[in-house]
């Protein structure tokens, strides 16, 4: 669950106040899809309502579904209020843009600008952290925290040392989040933490500040619009460049020093001494929406994945090599390079741990490596193909609690049983041959069948 | 991935049948390695079981399962245990590896990767050094072995160069156990040759101290016929240089060199200029080394004590042969000469330089896809060598194609070409010729015919100047050892599709031909449109109620096959291709089956032609003439007579009803009878487009899904993949398929029931008696028919059931063997 799909399960006025903020307007409006977007842009300059009538012809026929899901979702963000127009016959439905959320992005649009332009002296800038650092740092938080999930290392990623302040309780945060259960010794991966490995860095993130918002909020008695709002501010900066912490209050220090924990920023420290702060690229996911998120994942792809069901992954991160081994039985590794093949076994040991056969070639179409990125479709068909049947043929047995009726009077009742039986719905399985005929029914219907038994005999 | 804090998940609990239908290999490595817990051995499974919805559906060799869990006790971790596979992340990456194209483990696994800019080269390098493995799109893999080193310095590769040039391709640097390994493998190999140079024997090396080493041996200074000049000088010449070698090993050199010089940095990094350097070095080295050749006469007559001393077990200098047919005066030559329109495709042209690499011709193994071009390749080399030939092929059908084929490329005329077959007893006119006969001939031990024998004598008493050997996968090594030792013969040539590399047969064909001199890649062949580009697809058939009841009973085990064949739901997903591909697009289609009666039973309810093994040879050439040129048919019933060698280019899509359990050979040498490229339809110019079909058709929770999956395993290595059908029947919608009532089927059911059990079996009556017995095949039944020697009778394929239901064939059910006669029956009943 996302960003946006967070935001529809709070309280109509704590996204009321949550629009106040123009960070915030600006980060639903790039999490939206691209015909959400395109709506909310149209009415954005209108003061008046518009008719639902009206929006209802933006699209054809042929793509009602899409637009249902894009009004709905729009309303479910309180972006479209209900209102009313003047009509022929009195009044009808009409839609207007949440107020709030219409003056923040009007002001956004036309006066906006990004965070951290402001002067940054020269001393800073040659302290700043070098790109290929900051990605560096980044992912080797990121990857400690996920490496720390699945039970490779013993240590959640650590505090940096130049931020003073009360540490972040990771076990907290992924308990809270489901994906484990216990703490330190005792820790072990949820099902939901299998899926949740598979998902893309953006699902990710947000599943864990999601956790991170509601307990900061307990903690510091904050009121839900500071975190947030810092989150999604520090998602408008640019990678790199630097801000101050002292420029910061006390809550939001805080905040800091447990992104900073989490690879979202930075710190370092000047050479007079001040602290600054860089954000990294995982920053860049907290506003990007899902769309741009996609986009960096396809240069850093990695896995190739052959018609003879082997997987190379250009990789040597353990964490890669990890979550590949949840599907693929590992054949060899070698310094910049995992083989493993794709067999029944290893998937079906990945079925079991609660992954399912999309979410695991979604996974593979969405590292590709760019040589075969390009190709069409990127993982074998074949291999897809096999990746669904091996998950349909774990479900090809359903079980259903039953009841079996024997001994009937006589073979007129039992055929007037199976009838009914049938016209219910509920009908199983029947031996007209054995005795005076045998009938399985769905336990379901047993009420109803042993009336109606009851009232023909 | 250490740590004593890994979490623990459970794995599913397996049925416990499919659990005990696992396979576990035990692995080379020691059993105490793993927790003892864990060791625990379960039955192998029996074709004979009943296995559910192909439970060993394995990506790669179901041999490889090493360990599953088969309780709820057991758990996976996802840091898996470190000896579940092999970890080399130790290994050292080079600074410039991404410009490097391949992986080299210390257990001899290679992997290529086919989009560096160098493939190419390193293709051309790696295919002559190691084995290949699976060859799909993007990373190739492949393995060094013994033998594939043999063969590597057998071309003219000598150790150094391999581990240069490996360690120059390598990512990594070389591990020091494949340094080892190599320089042990190569160490003696290829040091001497045994060339025939102007009829007489020569033992050459371009090592002298190798030379007076083996002198010392009393053996070799017996047979040693000094030189009148010295005492004990060699007589040195001047030797070609190993041109394909060379060029192997020069072309990945300049290819890096160009690399380098035209790359996208530039300035070259230190480590650049030393490559080029160490490459310039390394030409020179290969260009000096190789001029001298020392060497010394033997007696004639003792050849074969001398080729026996230099043996692994004696001195250890195996001795490569060579034929310096240019030299060769006593053979009379053969006025043979390609046609002039004859144009050779870069493989054939490569497998060529392979074999004549330094001017002499070399005894080996080619491998191609089937219709690449094999023939030709033969042809080319008969051309090359011009003397007598002697080729030896499967059957009558072949014997009269490859006849065909040599009018069609050469200029040789009919007197000129003898069959012998147990129709034809020809022998050609004047001192030389080219003699095409079948194995079985050849190699016949029982009386023969006086015109027969008179043949045998003029083959026998000839020194042939190259024996050709088509198939070479489907004789086994007893005949070819006879067929060895009655032919002399200078240069042994093999061509063929698949040399399935885990039979024990390889070894033999190793030393009894020659070594593999080139394997062409069945993809890149596809690309360039010297093949068909083929759709391969496995059609899963529901099995229908009454028939699945009947499949599972015990006492219908024998019956099980056909069962599973005559599956109504099959019957009518074959004629819906049959009609689809007839009437839609217009292809010429063969049907398989290998099983008899279900061949008879569908060719007849479709009316269409079939051929087995009792068809007479007139009525095989007439049906295959009428299907190549008669719109009428355009389908076409086959057993497994023509798995091999029959030579339907028309014929463009492929179904298989029934196959010889899980011969992974029988499906490639299938899918090769639809390989041959086809020329696009109108209108179709995409060059990836599909231009051939192949089906197999499996009837779903039966033992044919596992042995389909096992019998692809070759063609998915060479980088084909099956597409699964699951729903083919529900896409025929409407059409107007037969069997679609219950009574029809229940019709067919009750026929297929009362069929005799030798019926019910695979096609067995086929395999001739005397020749082709191995040791499992004593179990057939077998008809010692002497008639159909010429046949296509030397099939044998390797994987046999091993399973219960292989009871003597011989006795019939009370357990006493069969009379001639009765046997005569029951085939008169057939």
Redesign the interface.
């Given at each position: 669950m996302d960003f946006i799909s967070w935001l529809e399960t709070l309280p109509a006025d704590t996204v009321g106040k949550l629009y106040t903020s123009h960070w915030a307007c600006q980060a639903v409006l790039r999490g939206l899809t691209s015909l959400a977007k395109q709506y909310v842009i149209r009415i954005l300059f209108l003061d008046v309502p518009v008719a639902t009538s009206v929006v209802d012809s933006w699209t054809l026929q042929s793509s009602k579904s899409k637009h249902t899901t894009a009004v709905n979702r729009l309303k479910g963000l309180q972006l479209l209020l209900p209102s009313t127009v003047p009509s022929k016959d009195g009044k009808a439905q009409a839609y207007i843009l949440h107020p709030v959320f219409r003056e923040q992005l009007r002001w956004a649009v036309s006066k906006g600008r990004n965070v951290g332009t402001d002067e940054v002296p020269s001393t800073v800038f040659d302290r700043a952290p070098s790109r290929d650092q900051l990605t560096q740092y980044a992912q080797q938080q990121w990857e400690t925290l996920m490496l720390y999930l699945?039970?490779?290392?013993?240590r959640p990623p650590s505090p940096s040392p130049l931020i003073k302040g009360p540490k972040l309780d990771v076990d907290k945060i992924l308990a809270g989040a489901h994906l484990m259960t216990g703490s330190k010794?005792s820790?072990?991966?949820q099902e939901q933490g299998f899926r949740f490995l598979l998902s893309d860095t953006y699902s990710q993130l947000w599943r864990l500040l999601r956790v991170y918002i509601a307990t900061g909020e307990e903690r510091s008695r904050a009121p839900l619009g500071t975190i947030l709002n810092f989150l999604l501010q520090l998602g408008f900066r640019d990678v790199g460049s630097p801000f101050a912490l002292a420029e910061l209050d006390d809550i939001q220090r805080n905040i800091a020093g447990d992104m900073a924990q989490l690879g979202l920023i930075m710190p370092f420290s000047a050479k007079d001494g001040s602290l600054w702060l860089a954000p990294t690229r995982l920053a860049l996911a907290l506003a990007g929406g899902n769309s741009g998120q996609l986009q960096h994942e396809v240069t850093d792809g990695f896995i190739?994945v052959?018609?003879?069901?082997?997987v190379?992954a250009y990789t040597?991160s353990?964490l890669q090599?990890?979550i590949l081994?949840?599907f693929t039985?590992?054949?060899?590794?070698?310094?910049?390079?995992f083989?493993g093949?794709?067999?029944?076994?290893s998937i079906?040991?990945a079925?079991?741990?609660g992954l399912n056969a999309d979410q695991i070639v979604l996974y593979l179409r969405q590292h590709a490596?760019p040589?075969?990125a390009s190709r069409t479709p990127v993982v074998?068909?074949?291999?897809a193909?096999?990746v669904r049947?091996?998950q349909a043929?774990?479900q090809?047995v359903q079980h259903n609690s039953a009841i079996l009726y024997d001994d009937f009077p006589s073979p007129e009742v039992f055929r007037l049983s199976a009838q009914k039986a049938r016209a219910l719905g509920v009908w199983l399985w029947e031996d007209p041959k054995a005795g005076m005929g045998r009938l399985a029914v769905l336990e379901s219907g047993h009420q109803a069948m042993r009336e109606y038994i009851k009232s023909i005999k | 991935?250490g740590?004593?804090?890994?979490?623990?998940?459970?794995?599913?609990s397996f049925k416990p049948e499919l659990a005990e239908s696992?396979e576990v290999k035990e692995s080379n490595k020691p059993a105490q390695e793993k927790p003892a817990k864990r060791v625990r051995k379960r039955k192998a499974p029996s074709p004979d079981e009943y296995i559910p919805?192909g439970a060993?559906?394995?990506?790669?060799g179901a041999d490889d399962?090493e360990e599953?869990s088969e309780n709820e006790d057991e758990y996976?971790k996802?840091?898996?245990e470190d000896d579940?596979?092999?970890?080399?992340?130790?290994?050292?990456?080079k600074p410039d590896?991404a410009n490097r194209p391949l992986?080299v483990?210390p257990?001899g696994?290679i992997?290529l990767e086919t989009?560096s800019p160098v493939y190419r080269q390193a293709y051309d390098f790696l295919i002559a050094i190691a084995e290949p493995v699976?060859r799909?799109?993007?990373?190739h893999?492949y393995v060094l072995t013994p033998h594939s080193l043999y063969a590597a310095v057998s071309i003219g590769l000598n150790t150094q160069t391999i581990i240069t040039v490996l360690n120059r391709l390598s990512?990594?640097q070389l591990p020091p156990e494949i340094n080892a390994f190599i320089q042990e493998s190569t160490g003696n190999y290829g040091k001497v040759k045994l060339v025939l140079h102007r009829n007489k024997f020569w033992v050459e090396s371009p090592y002298p101290d190798i030379l007076r080493a083996l002198l010392k041996d009393e053996v070799i200074k017996k047979a040693h016929v000094a030189a009148p000049e010295g005492k004990s000088g060699f007589t040195v010449m001047a030797g070609l240089t190993e041109q394909a070698a060379l060029d192997l090993t020069k072309e990945v050199e300049m290819a890096e060199v160009e690399e380098i010089a035209d790359g996208s940095n530039p300035e070259p990094d230190a480590a650049a200029v030393d490559l080029g350097v160490a490459a310039a070095e390394a030409l020179a080295r290969a260009e000096t080394t190789q001029r001298e050749l020392h060497s010394f006469e033997i007696e004639p007559s003792q050849v074969e004590h001398v080729k026996a001393r230099c043996l692994p077990g004696g001195l250890n200098y195996p001795m490569l042969e060579e034929y310096d047919f240019r030299n060769d005066t006593v053979n009379p030559d053969l006025n043979i000469e390609l046609k002039p329109h004859v144009q050779h495709r870069p493989y054939q042209e490569k497998s060529m330089a392979k074999m004549f690499g330094n001017g002499r011709a070399r005894s080996g193994i080619i491998v191609l896809p089937c219709g690449a071009g094999k023939s030709l390749v033969g042809i080319t080399a008969a051309a090359r060598i011009k003397k007598s030939v002697l080729c030896l092929v499967t059957n009558s059908v072949s014997v009269d194609q490859w006849k065909h084929q040599f009018k069609l490329w050469t200029n040789l005329q009919d007197h000129q070409i003898s069959r012998f077959t147990s129709d034809q007893k020809e022998s050609f006119a004047g001192v030389s010729g080219v003699t095409i006969t079948t194995y079985t001939m050849v190699s016949y031990s029982g009386r023969r015919s006086e015109e027969s024998a008179r043949v045998m004598d003029e083959i026998a008493s000839r020194e042939w100047g190259l024996l050709l050997l088509d198939e070479v996968h489907v004789v086994p090594a007893q005949m070819f050892r006879k067929v060895i030792g009655i032919v002399k013969a200078h240069c042994k040539l093999g061509l063929t599709a698949t040399l399935v590399r885990e039979d024990e047969r390889i070894s033999d064909l190793n030393f009894l031909i020659g070594p593999k001199l080139y394997e062409a890649n069945w993809l890149d062949l596809t690309r360039a449109g010297h093949i068909a580009n083929v759709q391969c697809a496995e059609v899963w058939c529901p099995m229908t109620k009454e028939f699945y009841r009947e499949y599972l009973k015990k006492d219908n085990a024998a019956r099980r096959q056909l069962l599973y064949v005559m599956n109504p739901n099959k019957f009518q997903a074959c004629q819906f291709l049959i009609q689809y591909h007839e009437q839609v697009r217009g292809d010429k289609i063969i049907v398989f089956s290998d099983n008899i009666f279900a061949l008879r039973e569908y060719a007849q309810r479709l009316r269409k032609p079939f051929i087995y093994g009792g068809t007479s040879h007139q009525e095989r050439t007439r049906v295959l003439a009428a299907f190549k040129r008669s719109a009428e048919v355009s389908t076409v019933f086959l057993s497994k007579v023509g798995d091999n060698s029959i030579d339907i280019p028309e014929a463009n899509v492929l179904i298989q009803i029934s196959s010889h359990a899980g011969s992974r050979r029988q499906e490639a040498q299938r899918l090769g009878r639809i390989l041959r490229a086809k020329k696009g339809k109108p209108g179709s110019q995409a060059a990836d487009e599909f231009n051939a079909f192949f089906y197999t058709l499996v009837s779903k929770d039966t033992q044919e899904m596992y042995y389909s999956t096992k019998r692809q395993q070759f063609l998915?290595?060479q980088?084909?993949?099956?597409?699964?059908i699951?729903n083919l029947l529900d896409a025929a919608g409407g059409a107007n398929l037969q069997l679609s009532t219950r009574d029809e089927q229940l019709d067919v059911l009750a026929k297929v029931l009362a069929a005799g059990e030798e019926e019910a079996g695979v096609e067995v009556a086929d395999v001739t008696d005397d020749v082709i017995r191995t040791k499992r095949a004593l179990a057939q039944r077998t008809t010692g028919n002497l008639a159909k020697l010429s046949g296509a009778d030397g099939l044998t394929y390797m994987e046999y059931d091993t399973g219960k239901a292989q009871k003597p064939r011989l006795t019939t059910k009370s357990g006493k063997m069969r009379h001639i006669m009765f046997r005569k029956h029951a085939q008169g009943k057939l």
């Open positions: 699945v039970g490779s290392v013993d010794k820790r072990s991966i190739v052959e018609t003879n069901y082997r190379y040597s353990l090599t990890a081994r949840l039985r590992c054949e060899c590794v070698l310094p910049n390079l083989v093949v794709l067999t029944r076994e079906s040991g079925l079991a741990c490596h040589h075969v074998p068909e074949v291999v193909d096999q049947l091996w043929d774990t090809r | 991935m740590g004593p804090s890994k979490f623990k998940i459970k794995l599913p696992i919805v060993e559906i394995e990506g790669i399962i599953l996976y996802l840091g898996a579940e596979f092999k970890d080399y992340a130790a290994l050292k990456l590896h992986w483990c257990d696994r992997f989009f699976c799909p799109e993007c990373v893999e990512k990594v998915i290595d980088g084909y993949s099956f597409k699964v699951t």
